[in-house]
């Protein structure tokens, strides 16, 4: 069995992930909702957009973070090769869109 691995996030940034998750949340139920009211297709691929840019700008501050603290910290505790390697893997998945 795998080890997990977590991360302990100030009480601020976490608010600020939940309610942009939330957002998102709201916005996808409303794409529901235009599909629903059969609403033209190009609106809601502008809303489809608007989800994917909202996603993307999540998991780039959730990156930056992770460099800030978690790897800074692997490096320092000479961990850092294995660190890198991991966040490069998960880089190369992020950036397939």
Same mark, same amino acid.
């Given at each position: #069995?795998?080890?997990?691995?977590?991360? $302990?996030?100030? =009480? *601020?940034?976490?608010?600020?992930?939940? !309610?942009?998750?939330?957002?998102?949340?709201?916005?996808?139920?409303?794409? %529901?909702? #235009?599909?629903?009211? @059969?609403?033209?297709?190009? =609106? $809601?691929?502008?809303?489809? /957009?608007?989800?994917?840019?909202?996603?993307? !700008?999540?998991?780039?501050?959730?990156?930056?973070?992770?460099?800030?603290?978690?790897?800074? @910290?692997?490096?320092? /505790?000479? =961990?850092? *090769?294995?660190? $890198?390697?991991?966040?490069? =893997?998960?880089?190369? %998945?992020?950036?397939?869109?």
């Amino acid at each position: #069995m795998t080890e997990e691995k977590l991360t $302990i996030r100030p =009480d *601020e940034e976490k608010t600020r992930l939940l !309610n942009r998750l939330k957002r998102i949340e709201g916005q996808v139920r409303g794409i %529901q909702k #235009m599909i629903e009211e @059969d609403r033209y297709c190009v =609106d $809601i691929l502008v809303q489809i /957009s608007a989800i994917e840019s909202a996603l993307h !700008n999540v998991g780039l501050g959730i990156t930056e973070q992770h460099l800030k603290h978690c790897v800074s @910290d692997a490096v320092k /505790s000479g =961990d850092g *090769e294995a660190s $890198i390697t991991e966040l490069m =893997d998960v880089l190369k %998945q992020f950036s397939k869109r």
